[in-house]
């Protein structure tokens, strides 16, 4: 079992920056594609940002393309999401999650992922 907490979220000012924190526990992430889904109020849970086990690989939903940084730091255990620029638009609650083990590519599809955090809440306010 992989359990993932996310840190980090809060209000920011349109045009600001955050960085969220994704620490694992239970198992080493080393092996699995992590991702970064969002679900703003009264919406389904979107695809953000995705890296591959090595890091080596990243995809990104076109809505923050330029704008954010997926990384990961396997030693740590941890992956980030860099966001700048920040739009009222990115506010929602910022989810983590860890793929199946071996695949070898960032997926966006969320029936991929087995693993979720209980999510940290953005507000960007206009």
């Known amino acids: 079992q992989v359990q993932l907490v996310e840190s980090g979220g809060g209000l920011v000012q349109a045009g600001g920056s955050l960085r969220l924190f994704c620490a694992a526990s239970g198992r080493m992430i080393g092996s699995y594609t992590m991702g970064w889904f969002r679900q703003g109020p009264g919406k389904d849970r979107d695809f953000v940002a995705a890296i591959s086990w090595s890091g080596g690989h990243t995809y990104y939903a076109d809505s923050v393309k330029d704008r954010f940084t997926i990384s990961r730091d396997n030693a740590k255990n941890t992956v980030y999401l860099q966001m700048n620029s920040l739009k009222s638009e990115d506010t929602a609650v910022y989810y983590c999650?860890?793929?199946?083990?071996?695949?070898?590519?960032?997926?966006?599809?969320?029936?991929?992922?087995?693993?979720w955090g209980q999510g940290t809440q953005v507000t960007v306010s206009s």
């Open positions: 999650a860890a793929g199946p083990l071996g695949l070898g590519y960032p997926s966006a599809d969320r029936g991929q992922y087995d693993y």
